[in-house]
């Protein structure tokens, strides 16, 4: 139970649009936050998150898109969810700190006795009032989300070593070259307004930083030669590194699931963990075959209001189909995400798919890939406006925008690629 003199204000980092990100096609169209996971943007999932905690004073999403990206999201999850929520635009990336404390005199007019903050681009089950609960008891000025993972996976988060029986933060490393830890930061913190005293300390010293160990993704886009911005923070390497084992950071650890959504495959095993999570959390998001649409419906898929599909199509499981589809009759669709307005004709076959807005699919015609989420081309991706004739295969490939594919296409042998040089390869096959 939350206390009366308790107020809570959550922040989300959503980032901005950077050059060659690796969330390409899609992003072309949509800000990355916005994609839909589920059936809900991306930041959807975070902000209900956020709405089991009591004394929600305040959403506020913070990053350096334009305005306007924004503005409909805002102003319906405002309605929604009855918890006022506020876009709040940097001029320039100023890292994942810097963001926060940029807006400092912004949040504390809130007066909140506490802060959450987190990564957009994570997928969880967000424990914050088990992990607001364990925050409080320990009494530091922050408390980081981690989570056990293979140790050959770990060098891609911020690696940590915590005291067993006490949770203090002992050490921290981000993405290091040689291994640390298997527990590692899942980008979902909770802090007391002491955090803001903690990135003012550091900003003040940023001059006399010694030279950069490790590369966030924000800035590993940026050209080698491209020193940072003034005031640019890091909360992993310039404040948690530094404040592990001073008795100011501690740690929670969940069991439950947790994924980084970095590329659109990602996207489609996220949309998945999102949909099994519904069963319990908001069952009636679900499909189910007995509905009015009464098309076949197997596992967990989402089917938004509007699609329009035929009752001999077979759905499921980790589907998840946006406004305005329409799918024809004997269509099957296993892990798919389909994006608003688009066609699916008669008899195709969609396997481990993200179809892009607008796109058609012809008649028996396959669209599909092998599934390994975190492979390059491991789920099979069509740009908006993509048009695949009748009985046209597309296997393992991502295809840019504004193409029509009208003989089989097929990538092989792609791990030896890099991803740049292959949607060449593609664009200019479908060219
Ligand atoms: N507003 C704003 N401004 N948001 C930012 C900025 C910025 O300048 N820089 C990054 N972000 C947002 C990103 O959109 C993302 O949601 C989050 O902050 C973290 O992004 P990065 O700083 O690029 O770090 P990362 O994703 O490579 O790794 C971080 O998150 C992992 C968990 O997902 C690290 O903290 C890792 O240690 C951690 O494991």
């Known amino acids: 139970m939350g206390s009366s003199e308790e107020r809570v204000v959550a922040v989300i980092m959503v980032g901005g649009p ?70 709040l635009r940097e001029d320039k990336p100023h890292g994942s700190a810097g963001g926060l404390y940029n807006f400092r005199d912004l949040i504390m007019e809130e007066n909140p006795s506490h802060i959450i903050l987190l990564n957009c681009d994570v997928c969880c089950s967000f424990p914050l009032p088990e992990m607001l609960d364990a925050h409080k008891r320990y009494g530091g ?17 911020g690696e ?27 980008g979902v913190y909770i802090f007391t307004p002491d955090i803001f005293m903690a990135i003012q300390g550091v900003s003040t010293q940023q001059k006399s930083r010694a030279t950069l160990r490790r590369l966030s993704s ?25 404040l592990a084992g001073k008795k100011k950071f501690f740690v929670y650890e969940t069991m439950d699931f947790w994924e980084q959504i970095k590329t659109p495959g990602m996207s489609l095993k996220c949309s998945g963990l999102y949909l099994a999570q519904f069963r319990h959390t908001s069952p009636h998001l679900l499909a189910s075959g007995d509905g009015l649409k009464k098309a076949s419906i197997s ?47 008669e008899n195709a076959v969609l396997i481990h798919a993200i179809i892009g807005w607008k796109s058609s699919i012809g008649r028996w015609s396959r669209v599909q890939a092998s599934g390994d989420h975190n492979a390059k081309l491991g789920v ?21 925008p504004n193409k029509t594919l009208n003989i089989r296409i097929s990538v092989v042998a792609m791990n030896s690629l890099p991803l740049l040089s292959l949607i060449r390869k593609i664009w200019e096959y479908v060219h």
Do not use: W
Request: proline content about 8%.
């Open 380 to 400: 099979a991706i069509l740009g908006e406006c993509v048009a695949v004739e009748d009985e046209v295969v597309v296997v393992n490939c991502i295809v840019l």
């Open 218 to 242: 924000f800035e590993a886009l940026q050209p080698a030669n491209r020193s940072l911005p003034a005031g640019f923070v890091r909360l992993d390497q310039d404040i948690l590194s530094p």
């Open 18 to 87: 950077t050059k060659g990100t690796r969330f390409r096609p899609l992003s072309l169209n949509i800000p990355k936050p916005l994609f839909p996971l589920a059936g809900q943007p991306m930041v959807n999932h975070p902000i209900s998150a956020c709405k089991r905690i009591q004394n929600l004073a305040q959403i506020y999403l913070i990053g350096f898109y334009e305005e306007r990206e924004f503005t409909l999201l805002v102003s319906s999850i405002s309605n929604e969810f009855r918890v006022p929520v506020r876009y």
């Open 160 to 186: 940590l070593v915590a005291d067993p029986d006490t949770n203090e933060l002992l050490h921290y490393a981000e993405k290091p070259e040689t291994f640390v830890s298997d527990r590692v930061n899942c």
């Open 141 to 157: 000025i922050g408390t980081i989300l981690v989570i056990k993972v293979s140790p050959e996976s770990a060098n891609q988060f």
């Open 299 to 345: 596992g967990d898929v989402f089917i938004h209001p509007s699609a329009k599909i035929h009752p001999t199509a077979k759905i499921g499981p980790n589907v998840s189909i946006s406004a305005n589809a329409r799918i024809g009759a004997g269509v099957r669709l296993v892990s798919c995400i389909i994006l608003d307005d688009v066609e699916i004709k």
